[in-house]
């Protein structure tokens, strides 16, 4: 029921045309048609007053939320001219020589990354930070003498005991790197939105547009989140649907002709035999939904705006492009992870698609945890375990993760989610495969507003190149005596060049690729079990 309202609000005008009484009509018999779906008269019924309850919020949001509602999707809350003025802001940074294009590493040469966390970021026991002040967009390079070197966090404050380093495991808190957001001002009366830090790897000068569409991005992002978040307060997550486990009935066995032991039969063979036969005609009853009736309003929904406007944002910024040729047609996709490390306290992430052109329909998959206890709380019988799977899609005695959907990536679509699902990239084709094509994707990642993190606010600029441009430029730096100018721009150890920066990049990975290995060993551990009774 979920995958067809998904389905149904890709439609053109969906939200109009679930009031027509002959649309929906059409619509029903193609889901009552489409095998596979078992989809009832009132499971169609539902549907469709979902997804009228939907359309009215539609009507006022822009967005609407897609599965149990904590995936929120909208084509029309970035406007066309503002995905136009993206593309234009962006072009600086792509239309570059090739041998200065960053690919990004382990990725056959497809992904082109503009704006990346993992160069240049925080590092521990490398990186200085600001101790009485912070940066500016127009203050960002040099300030030596007020930086203070970032400490190791010490073993007990990153969580990890001694059986956990024995065994070799990796923590999911880095005491290596942190990626680093912008701080973002949101007090504005009017709605507006000011980045006051900048964008790591995106020079604030050189690309101040580009700052700017991305403030007007991040401003009609914030509601977005407001809804992607607010299910994940009070009781919202409870069961849409209630029901009980329903079988054909079972007849009496001594009715049943062979059902007694047959001579010399084993016990155990009788047994197996009765359970094969019980397999063999007893038949699942769906459960059917009801009425719909709209859930209750949330009594204390997320605000960001209202929560958090007196201290503001902190935002990780990503650009990247993924580029196929005729010799490279397709895309492999990505796998399961969670966004970031819990160090950088990511709670929530939107992904703008703001240029798609010659590949094929593509989507972005969802999973989550579910709870098993849950499941073996159910009334089921002896050895019936068939409704995990026709219910819920799972297995017993397999891990308790339910693969929740795929949504569409199209052009113009901005999608948000809270990062506790874990999501994959599907993978991709050329539509045309005599010609090129490309994804180009805005990737805002949202700090949890009730932690504050190290921030660019806090670490002024950490690339030689920047700071020598600097110095070069009469800017901040040109007051440094000649000796720190050349310790500056000419040293090993501070500030950092490029070439150190793609090897500190490489480690970065390597740890992320443990921890996200580690996640999904801790995500996939918990298995179904449902006993014999």
Same mark, same amino acid.
């Given at each position: 029921?979920?995958?067809?309202?998904?389905?149904?609000?890709?439609?053109?005008?969906?939200?109009?045309?679930?009031?027509?009484?002959?649309?929906?009509?059409?619509?029903?018999?193609?889901?009552?048609?489409?095998?596979?779906?078992?989809?009832?008269?009132?499971?169609?019924?539902?549907?469709?007053?979902?997804?009228?309850?939907?359309?009215?919020?539609?009507?006022?949001?822009?967005?609407?939320?897609?599965?149990?509602?904590?995936?929120?999707?909208?084509?029309?809350?970035?406007?066309?001219?503002?995905?136009?003025?993206?593309?234009?802001?962006?072009?600086?940074?792509?239309?570059?020589?090739?041998?200065?294009?960053?690919?990004?590493?382990?990725?056959?040469?497809?992904?082109?990354?503009?704006?990346?966390?993992?160069?240049?970021?925080?590092?521990?026991?490398?990186?200085?930070? &600001?101790? %009485?002040?912070?940066?500016? $967009?127009? =203050?960002?390079? /040099?300030?030596? !003498?007020?930086?203070?070197?970032?400490?190791?966090?010490?073993?007990?404050?990153?969580?990890?005991?001694?059986?956990?380093?024995?065994?070799?495991?990796?923590?999911?808190?880095?005491?290596?790197?942190?990626?680093?957001?912008?701080?973002?001002?949101?007090?504005?009366?009017?709605?507006?939105?000011?980045?006051?830090?900048?964008?790591?790897?995106?020079?604030?000068?050189?690309?101040?547009?580009?700052?700017?569409?991305?403030?007007?991005?991040?401003?009609?992002?914030?509601?977005?989140?407001?809804?992607?978040?607010?299910?994940?307060?009070?009781?919202?997550?409870?069961?849409?649907?209630?029901?009980?486990? &329903?079988? %054909?009935?079972?007849?009496? $066995?001594? =009715?049943?002709? /062979?059902?007694? !032991?047959?001579?010399?039969?084993?016990?155990?063979?009788?047994?197996?035999?009765?359970?094969?036969?019980?397999?063999?005609?007893?038949?699942?009853?769906?459960?059917?939904?009801?009425?719909?009736?709209?859930?209750?309003?949330?009594?204390?929904?997320?605000?960001?705006?209202?929560?958090?406007?007196?201290?503001?944002?902190?935002?990780?910024?990503?650009?990247?492009?993924?580029?196929?040729?005729?010799?490279?047609?397709?895309?492999?996709?990505?796998?399961?992870?969670?966004?970031?490390?819990?160090?950088?306290?990511?709670?929530?992430?939107?992904?703008?698609?703001?240029?798609?052109?010659?590949?094929?329909?593509?989507?972005?998959?969802?999973?989550?945890?579910? =709870?098993?206890?849950?499941?073996?709380?159910?009334?089921?019988?002896?050895?019936?375990?068939?409704?995990?799977?026709?219910?819920?899609?799972?297995?017993?005695?397999?891990?308790?993760?339910?693969?929740?959907?795929?949504?569409?990536?199209?052009?113009?679509?901005?999608?948000?989610?809270?990062?506790?699902?874990?999501?994959?990239?599907?993978?991709?084709?050329?539509?045309?495969?005599?010609?090129?094509?490309?994804?180009?994707?805005?990737?805002?990642?949202?700090?949890?507003?009730?932690?504050?993190?190290?921030?660019?606010?806090?670490?002024?600029?950490?690339?030689?190149?920047?700071?020598?441009?600097?110095?070069?430029?009469?800017?901040?730096?040109?007051?440094?005596?000649?000796?720190?100018?050349?310790?500056?721009?000419?040293?090993?150890?501070?500030?950092?060049?490029?070439?150190?920066?793609?090897?500190?990049?490489?480690?970065?990975?390597?740890?992320?690729?443990?921890?996200?290995?580690?996640?999904?060993?801790?995500?996939?551990?918990?298995?179904?079990?449902?006993?014999?009774?």
């Amino acid at each position: 029921m979920m995958h067809i309202m998904n389905g149904i609000t890709d439609k053109p005008n969906w939200h109009l045309k679930v009031f027509d009484d002959a649309i929906t009509s059409k619509w029903r018999v193609e889901m009552l048609a489409t095998k596979g779906r078992d989809i009832t008269e009132k499971m169609a019924d539902w549907c469709f007053a979902e997804l009228r309850y939907k359309a009215r919020i539609f009507e006022k949001t822009g967005s609407v939320s897609v599965f149990k509602g904590d995936v929120v999707k909208s084509d029309s809350v970035i406007p066309l001219v503002l995905k136009d003025e993206l593309k234009h802001a962006v072009a600086p940074l792509e239309d570059i020589p090739d041998r200065h294009k960053d690919w990004h590493p382990r990725s056959n040469g497809q992904v082109l990354d503009l704006v990346h966390p993992s160069l240049f970021p925080l590092v521990y026991g490398t990186s200085r930070i &600001l101790v %009485d002040s912070l940066t500016t $967009l127009t =203050d960002f390079v /040099g300030r030596y !003498g007020e930086r203070k070197t970032v400490p190791v966090p010490p073993i007990e404050e990153a969580g990890m005991c001694t059986e956990e380093m024995d065994l070799h495991f990796e923590y999911p808190y880095s005491r290596k790197f942190q990626w680093l957001p912008c701080d973002v001002d949101i007090s504005d009366d009017e709605g507006r939105v000011r980045i006051t830090s900048y964008i790591n790897n995106l020079h604030p000068q050189k690309h101040a547009d580009l700052y700017k569409t991305i403030e007007k991005i991040i401003e009609r992002t914030i509601p977005v989140w407001n809804m992607t978040l607010t299910p994940l307060r009070g009781d919202l997550n409870e069961s849409r649907i209630q029901y009980d486990l &329903l079988y %054909d009935p079972n007849p009496e $066995l001594d =009715d049943i002709e /062979g059902s007694q !032991g047959q001579p010399n039969e084993e016990t155990d063979d009788f047994y197996e035999r009765q359970m094969n036969w019980t397999a063999a005609t007893r038949k699942l009853v769906l459960p059917e939904p009801g009425l719909f009736h709209p859930p209750p309003e949330p009594k204390n929904p997320v605000n960001i705006r209202k929560d958090y406007g007196h201290r503001g944002l902190q935002i990780i910024v990503k650009l990247a492009n993924i580029h196929l040729t005729p010799e490279k047609p397709k895309y492999n996709g990505g796998s399961w992870h969670i966004e970031g490390q819990l160090n950088e306290h990511i709670c929530a992430t939107a992904l703008y698609y703001y240029d798609n052109d010659n590949i094929d329909p593509s989507y972005l998959a969802f999973r989550q945890q579910s =709870d098993a206890k849950h499941a073996e709380r159910m009334p089921y019988e002896q050895s019936e375990h068939e409704w995990l799977k026709e219910i819920y899609g799972c297995q017993n005695e397999r891990p308790a993760v339910q693969k929740v959907g795929s949504v569409l990536t199209k052009e113009g679509r901005l999608l948000a989610w809270p990062n506790i699902l874990q999501h994959r990239v599907h993978s991709f084709c050329l539509e045309d495969p005599t010609k090129p094509g490309h994804r180009k994707i805005l990737a805002l990642f949202l700090v949890d507003p009730n932690i504050r993190i190290i921030s660019t606010a806090n670490v002024p600029c950490q690339r030689k190149d920047w700071w020598f441009e600097a110095v070069q430029q009469g800017g901040p730096l040109s007051d440094l005596s000649t000796e720190l100018e050349s310790y500056t721009v000419d040293g090993a150890d501070f500030p950092i060049d490029l070439s150190e920066a793609k090897a500190l990049r490489l480690e970065l990975m390597e740890e992320r690729t443990s921890a996200v290995e580690l996640q999904n060993s801790d995500f996939t551990n918990r298995e179904f079990s449902l006993c014999e009774h």
